[in-house]
């Protein structure tokens, strides 16, 4: 199998994940919603804005340093929050924070992360954004952001793109539900990937690690974790609900998800200091357009002030200039430290 450290961009490093991972596990990475345009479209975007170079200009001396989440970060790029992430590396996200920390980068946790808050916080020196939701019951919201007071957390990113489960067919056809009901080709395919397979079983205990104890507290009330997750999603939630959690917070804010000028305002009315341009990798939507595109007209909208991030599509460093110069402080990436971070080796913390 070819080392990862011979891959030169992230579409190697994607080839490579996709080899070495059992092929329901790649495809929850890989995939998007329905046929899959909105996924493709993220990343296809950035190819139809050129750079045009002003030329004998003394470059000699380059700084790329900035402040997400009024924090300061070596690159305006952050490590966006992403699911179940033990399920790529033994380390979880353990091992990405001691990479972002290594690199000068922020990293979000989501919620639905396999490492506990105060764990994440106290192993990673890094700035800290934490990726919540408003829940139908507020008090659990309510729990998480006295947790990320207390553990020190510099920022909270809600995500509004959810208020259903988007339509994931390679998830569906793979078994990978929630509970999983696993095809015999998935079986096999675990079989045959023993290089992730062994580590996962001989791993830790797989667990949402933050909501937990919710279900803990719920026993004997036939209701698993996941089922508990799934009951919590509310379909309510409006602009109401960023002004309560804005004020429950008191710090700086990201809605994540925005697409549009007037949601954008919507948001830093409500008290939000940023928005995430976002789609959800194309995981949601199929028909959303590719958050680079909307960066121009969100920026003209709000002005100097708010911060805005470009979450999705971002492949090269190249994208990463063409958002910023569209008017983005920074961008965030999901898939492509997933792909890197594919290891059996829970001590590779943060070699790159």
């Given at each position: ?10 579409d ?36 139809r804005y050129?750079i045009?170079p ?8 380059i700084?790329?340093?900035t ?5 300061p970060?070596?690159?305006p ?8 992430t033990r ?7 353990t ?6 920390a ?7 946790l989501?919620t ?7 764990d ?19 008090g ?8 990320c ?36 080709s ?29 279900v803990?507290a ?6 698993g ?5 799934g ?6 939630v ?14 700086p804010?990201?809605?994540?998800g ?24 194309g ?5 959303a ?27 090269r ?15 965030s990436?999901?898939?492509?430290y ?9 001590d ?5």
């Amino acid at each position: 199998m070819p080392r990862v450290d011979r891959a030169i961009n992230i579409d190697d490093l994607r080839r490579l994940a996709q080899r070495r991972l059992p092929r329901p596990i790649f495809d929850y990475i890989d995939g998007g919603a329905d046929d899959e345009q909105a996924l493709a479209n993220n990343a296809g975007a950035f190819g139809r804005y050129e750079i045009v170079p002003d030329v004998l200009t003394d470059v000699s001396t380059i700084r790329t340093e900035t402040r997400l989440f009024g924090q300061p970060a070596a690159w305006p790029l952050m490590l966006a929050p992403t699911g179940l992430t033990r399920m790529f590396h033994p380390g979880a996200e353990t091992a990405v924070a001691r990479a972002a920390a290594r690199h000068g980068l922020p990293y979000a946790l989501s919620t639905m992360g396999t490492t506990r808050i105060e764990d994440w916080a106290r192993d990673f020196a890094g700035p800290r954004v934490f990726q919540i939701y408003v829940f139908k019951d507020r008090g659990l919201t309510t729990e998480f952001v006295q947790r990320c007071k207390a553990a020190r957390v510099h920022g909270l990113a809600l995500t509004v793109d959810t208020p259903v489960a988007g339509n994931r067919e390679r998830d569906r056809r793979n078994g990978l539900s929630l509970p999983p009901r696993l095809t015999l080709s998935s079986l096999l395919s675990f079989a045959l990937h023993p290089e992730w397979s062994l580590p996962a079983l001989a791993g830790n205990k797989f667990d949402l690690a933050n909501v937990s104890h919710r279900v803990d507290a719920l026993a004997g009330r036939s209701m698993g974790l996941f089922d508990y997750i799934g009951s919590q999603f509310d379909r309510s939630v409006t602009w109401k609900d960023v002004e309560w959690l804005a004020a429950e917070w008191g710090g700086p804010l990201s809605i994540k998800g925005v697409m549009t000028p007037e949601d954008a305002k919507r948001a830093v009315a409500s008290g939000a200091t940023g928005v995430m341009l976002s789609n959800h990798g194309g995981r949601q939507l199929d028909a959303a357009p590719a958050p680079v595109d909307q960066i121009a007209a969100v920026r003209e909208a709000l002005g100097d002030g708010p911060e805005i991030i470009c979450d999705g599509g971002v492949r090269r460093g190249s994208d990463v200039v063409k958002a910023l110069a569209l008017g983005a402080d920074g961008c965030s990436i999901g898939r492509p430290y997933l792909s890197r971070r594919v290891r059996t080796d829970p001590d590779a913390d943060g070699r790159q």
